[in-house]
């Protein structure tokens, strides 16, 4: 067997004191692509991300996205431009056998690299979080205690789940219940989100507003409309077979048709008013004070969620 | 073992998958109660009127759930009654639907499905009487719902009074028939809506909690398609 014969040249692949300066070569490939990406995101995509601009919160949540996508991109660019670049430049010759050279640790590539996806990581939390509290909630459930309420006035509109449909009370209206979510634009709006039965979820899409909506709890969402036009609810939960029947539609008015719905839907539907439950962030369905005598007598009481009568068919 | 014998035990091993295979998909996916066929003979979008006659009945003792409470359907042709919550009518026509209630009352959870909706004059009539709203929680009025949530349709079925429940006591044997035994109570609501021109299935569902025994009360039955909800399929 014929000894191997000792290497006669550099390697093709280590870049000796004359050859090409990989590291600026990557670096001014990964400047030119990232500013195009940035560009492009933040100017012919950005405004096309979902949810929309419709309200404060899905602005807010759009920029947001915006700002994140701006950020990600050149590092997912540097990514591919090292992939690519090691692809094509560093790449094996068909006739070339010969062992890479050692790899070595670099300190000051890994402290840079530490450092700067360090502060990236922590300008989004900070960024986050204060965009979170000043734009109040972002749409977001914030639980029964809100950390952040708007100023000025807020309409109530309380979203109540149940199988398979949300209904909405409004508490400023003599507390009328229907299914048609009507809302105003260029006022703020209080979402008192629970449910009288399972678990639901409360997302109104193109308002960029989802909150829980849980038996005997009160989740507050707020949200400000801009634009007037129509809007999807959906539930965002599964909460049994019919669930992804459990959709509508929302309307959002001027300030004035508003008003002038809700004091002719309070007046038309005062009947059915009256015979609903008083008003409350949350209900009890297993105790319902206005239940007739009759029927306690006859042993509906409402104890442990059930309404049935002792003596009726019952299903362990 | 001989070549022969790992073959054939390969091919029934293959057989044997097919087989639950085959079990399973023409069990549970092809499966399920029959659709009453109110459509045929009746063209689509003339606003031609079709008479839907269902019942619900406290016990469901044609089925492996006896102590279900379920609707049932009339067959249009024979009149017998079907133990299905599937039905169809043509697109663009008049459902004149006579519902029988043979079930006892259990209030709504949520008095507002008390209101009439989605139906030609928003009222139901109640053994010949119009009904706009029935509040079910001052007194025994409201055993369960007809809601067909995407035409915004929603009907409270009245149910025989307290009184008449506990004695002589509801329909004991599905399906009910209405006047046999004479002294077994029960309404008879009746009330019309107008299909939609979009052919497609729309569900519909009772929103009383009348699944006893389960979470919420919105279990078993309310689940399950053949017992309190089914679908309205629209057709051209």
């Given at each position: 067997?014929?000894?191997?014969?000792?290497?006669?040249?550099?390697?093709?692949?280590?870049?000796?004191?004359?050859?090409?300066?990989?590291?600026?070569?990557?670096?001014?490939?990964?400047?030119?692509?990232?500013?195009?990406?940035?560009?492009?995101i933040?100017?012919?995509w950005g405004?096309?991300l979902p949810p929309?601009?419709?309200?404060?919160?899905?602005?807010t949540q759009q920029f947001t996205i915006r700002v994140m996508a701006v950020?990600?991109?050149?590092?997912?660019?540097?990514?591919?431009?090292?992939?690519?670049?090691?692809?094509?430049?560093?790449?094996?010759?068909?006739?070339?056998?010969?062992?890479?050279?050692?790899?070595?640790?670099?300190?000051?590539?890994?402290?840079?690299?530490?450092?700067?996806?360090?502060?990236?990581?922590?300008?989004?939390?900070?960024?986050?979080?204060?965009?979170?509290?000043?734009?109040?909630?972002?749409?977001?459930?914030?639980?029964?205690?809100?950390?952040?309420?708007?100023?000025?006035?807020?309409?109530?509109?309380?979203?109540?789940?149940?199988?398979?449909?949300?209904?909405?009370?409004?508490?400023?209206?003599?507390?009328?219940?229907?299914?048609?979510?009507?809302?105003?634009?260029?006022?703020?709006?209080?979402?008192?989100?629970?449910?009288?039965?399972?678990?639901?979820?409360?997302?109104?899409?193109?308002?960029?507003?989802?909150?829980?909506?849980?038996?005997?709890?009160?989740?507050?969402?707020?949200?400000?409309?801009?634009?007037?036009?129509?809007?999807?609810?959906?539930?965002?939960?599964?909460?049994?077979?019919?669930?992804?029947?459990?959709?509508?539609?929302?309307?959002?008015?001027?300030?004035?048709?508003?008003?002038?719905?809700?004091?002719?839907?309070?007046?038309?539907?005062?009947?059915?008013?009256?015979?609903?439950?008083?008003?409350?962030?949350?209900?009890?369905?297993?105790?319902?004070?206005?239940?007739?005598?009759?029927?306690?007598?006859?042993?509906?009481?409402?104890?442990?969620?059930?309404?049935?009568?002792?003596?009726?068919?019952?299903?362990? | 073992?001989?070549?022969?014998?790992?073959?054939?035990?390969?091919?029934?091993?293959?057989?044997?998958?097919?087989?639950?295979?085959?079990?399973?998909?023409?069990?549970?996916?092809?499966?399920?109660?029959?659709?009453?066929?109110?459509?045929?003979?009746?063209?689509?979008?003339?606003?031609?009127?079709?008479?839907?006659?269902?019942?619900?009945?406290?016990?469901?003792?044609?089925?492996?759930?006896?102590?279900?409470?379920?609707?049932?359907?009339?067959?249009?042709?024979?009149?017998?009654?079907?133990?299905?919550?599937?039905?169809?009518?043509?697109?663009?026509?008049?459902?004149?639907?006579?519902?029988?209630?043979?079930?006892?009352?259990?209030?709504?959870?949520?008095?507002?499905?008390?209101?009439?909706?989605?139906?030609?004059?928003?009222?139901?009539?109640?053994?010949?009487?119009?009904?706009?709203?029935?509040?079910?929680?001052?007194?025994?009025?409201?055993?369960?719902?007809?809601?067909?949530?995407?035409?915004?349709?929603?009907?409270?079925?009245?149910?025989?009074?307290?009184?008449?429940?506990?004695?002589?006591?509801?329909?004991?044997?599905?399906?009910?028939?209405?006047?046999?035994?004479?002294?077994?109570?029960?309404?008879?609501?009746?009330?019309?809506?107008?299909?939609?021109?979009?052919?497609?299935?729309?569900?519909?569902?009772?929103?009383?909690?009348?699944?006893?025994?389960?979470?919420?009360?919105?279990?078993?039955?309310?689940?399950?398609?053949?017992?309190?909800?089914?679908?309205?399929?629209?057709?051209?």
């Open positions: 067997m014929a000894a191997e014969a000792p290497p006669t040249s550099t390697p093709q692949h280590a870049a000796g004191p004359s050859g090409p300066n990989h590291g600026l070569r990557i670096f001014v490939i990964w400047l030119i692509l990232s500013l195009a990406a940035d560009l492009i933040w100017f012919v405004p096309h929309g601009a419709m309200s404060s919160s899905a602005s950020m990600a991109a050149p590092v997912m660019v540097l990514v591919l431009v090292y992939f690519i670049y090691a692809l094509v430049v560093w790449r094996a010759k068909p006739e070339d056998e010969q062992d890479g050279p050692p790899l070595h640790g670099n300190t000051r590539i890994q402290a840079i690299w530490i450092t700067l996806t360090s502060v990236i990581v922590l300008a989004l939390f900070v960024f986050g979080t204060v965009t979170l509290y000043t734009s109040n909630g972002a749409g977001g459930g914030q639980g029964a205690s809100p950390l952040q309420v708007p100023s000025g006035p807020v309409l109530q509109v309380q979203v109540i789940g149940q199988q398979w449909k949300f209904t909405y009370r409004y508490p400023q209206f003599g507390g009328f219940e229907t299914t048609d979510l009507v809302l105003p634009t260029n006022q703020w709006v209080q979402f008192n989100v629970t449910s009288i039965d399972v678990i639901h979820s409360f997302w109104a899409y193109q308002l960029g507003v989802k909150a829980d909506a849980n038996p005997g709890v009160n989740n507050v969402a707020f949200t400000k409309i801009d634009h007037a036009g129509t809007f999807v609810v959906r539930c965002a939960e599964l909460c049994g077979l019919w669930h992804g029947a459990m959709f509508d539609y929302g309307q959002a008015l001027s300030p004035a048709a508003f008003q002038a719905w809700a004091k002719v839907t309070e007046a038309k539907l005062a009947d059915v008013t009256a015979a609903l439950p008083p008003y409350s962030l949350t209900y009890d369905p297993t105790f319902i004070p206005q239940m007739s005598k009759a029927m306690v007598a006859g042993g509906f009481n409402g104890a442990q969620g059930f309404f049935y009568a002792p003596q009726d068919p019952f299903q362990p | 073992v001989s070549l022969p014998a790992r073959v054939s035990l390969l091919i029934v091993a293959f057989l044997g998958v097919v087989a639950i295979g085959a079990f399973v998909v023409l069990h549970y996916f092809l499966g399920g109660p029959p659709v009453e066929d109110y459509s045929s003979g009746v063209a689509a979008n003339t606003g031609a009127t079709v008479h839907v006659v269902m019942q619900e009945a406290p016990e469901n003792t044609v089925s492996t759930h006896p102590d279900w409470v379920s609707y049932f359907i009339q067959n249009p042709q024979t009149k017998a009654w079907v133990h299905t919550t599937l039905f169809s009518v043509p697109a663009g026509s008049r459902v004149d639907m006579t519902i029988y209630g043979f079930d006892g009352c259990t209030p709504l959870r949520n008095p507002y499905w008390g209101k009439v909706t989605g139906v030609i004059g928003n009222t139901v009539d109640v053994n010949g009487k119009a009904y706009s709203f029935i509040n079910s929680w001052s007194g025994c009025n409201v055993g369960h719902t007809f809601s067909i949530p995407s035409i915004n349709l929603n009907v409270p079925m009245a149910t025989p009074g307290l009184i008449q429940a506990n004695k002589p006591g509801l329909c004991p044997t599905a399906p009910c028939q209405p006047g046999t035994p004479a002294q077994v109570p029960y309404r008879v609501m009746q009330f019309s809506f107008m299909t939609p021109h979009t052919t497609g299935e729309y569900y519909w569902q009772c929103r009383v909690p009348c699944g006893g025994g389960f979470l919420t009360g919105f279990g078993g039955p309310m689940q399950t398609i053949g017992f309190m909800t089914g679908n309205m399929t629209v057709v051209s």
